[in-house]
């Protein structure tokens, strides 16, 4: 009966320790979700703050100018005293031929880089050559503007003579070859991610390698791809460094590469240089072509999430 006594006293006092040391840890532990949910809430709030003032200065712009002529008139200029026009459509036009261009550049090098990695690279390559894309992706992307305008845009007018300094191709370019990282890095991921016995099972059908990462790997990872080239193109949607140094300030409506152009973002920062006073037309102006570009990028998210669920392997 004394050593049962003795046992229980001898649990209670390491109980009671434990208890003592670990009371920090279990502070922690409680602490941990409410600062996740807080985080959560302020990342909530914030959104919900950028809507919200997109939306009411929106109004007062569209108060003004008509919905109608803001999605339909083919004219841009928001700086004319006298009569200025307020057409939406070359400044989109201006946003999809960059977007258009940088993807002809970045999936198929992205793609061939990300087969690469997955497929054929040793682990030792695949170690020095990560690095090297999270580099290219780290850069700033005015250097990355600084670039088209001064090296690409020069090498471009020795091929084309009669391009002009300012033109969509340049930065299109530029922009394509910034999101490379993006496009190789997350198709990478999704590649690897397919089991190796569907690569061994092909391999052992007397499939080469290349037919097996085009007709087995691939296929397997193709929502994750697809995902991948849906986020790059909002990325390089909503770039303004780039296209705001090397585009030009010209809001055109072409789809002709070597014409000087003038995207949304470019735009933007052209406004709030100072060109807008406060509670002018077009300081509102800066608020709708936002809320534009806030409502492309929003599709594009949605589009990448809905291919990503609808073409999602289990294995």
Excluded: H
């Excluded at 471009?156 to 930065?171: E, G, H, R, V």
């Excluded at 809001?251 to 709030?272: E, K, R």
Aim: net charge negative; proline share 5%; glycine share 6%.
């Amino acid at each position: 009966m004394n050593r049962t006594n003795q046992n229980e006293s001898i649990a209670e006092i390491i109980e009671r320790k434990k208890s003592k040391s670990n009371w920090l840890g279990n502070f922690i532990e409680k602490a941990i979700p409410v600062v996740l949910w807080l985080a959560a809430v302020i990342s909530i709030l914030t959104t919900v703050g950028i809507i919200f003032t997109l939306l009411k200065e929106t109004s007062s712009f569209f108060s003004e100018v008509s919905i109608l002529q803001f999605i339909t008139d083919l004219n841009w200029y928001p700086f004319f005293e006298a009569d200025p026009e307020f057409g939406i459509l070359p400044l989109l036009s201006g946003t999809l031929l960059v977007a258009v261009i940088a993807m002809f550049v970045a999936i198929p090098f992205g793609l061939a880089t990300a087969i690469y990695l997955s497929e054929y690279a040793s682990e030792s390559v695949r170690r020095s050559i990560k690095p090297i894309l999270e580099v290219l992706a780290g850069i700033p992307t005015i250097v990355y503007g600084y670039f088209a305008l001064t090296f690409v845009t020069p090498l471009l007018q020795t091929i084309i003579p009669d391009l002009p300094f300012f033109n969509a191709l340049s930065p299109g370019i530029v922009v394509g070859i910034m999101i490379i990282p993006m496009v190789a890095s997350l198709s990478e991921d999704a590649m690897s991610a397919v089991p190796n016995a569907m690569r061994e099972g092909a391999l052992a059908l007397g499939s080469t390698r290349l037919e097996v990462a085009l007709k087995v790997v691939l296929p397997a990872a193709l929502s994750g791809v697809i995902a991948s080239f849906v986020l790059a193109i909002s990325r390089a949607i909503g770039e303004t460094m780039i296209v705001t140094i090397a585009g030009g300030s010209s809001p055109t409506l072409t789809f002709d590469p070597t014409d000087s152009i003038q995207t949304m973002t470019a735009f933007i920062v052209q406004a709030s240089l100072g060109d807008a006073s406060y509670g002018s037309i077009i300081y509102f102006s800066i608020y709708a072509v936002g809320i534009t570009l806030f409502i492309f990028t929003l599709i594009i998210n949605m589009i990448a999430q809905y291919i990503s669920k609808r073409f999602r392997e289990s294995y």
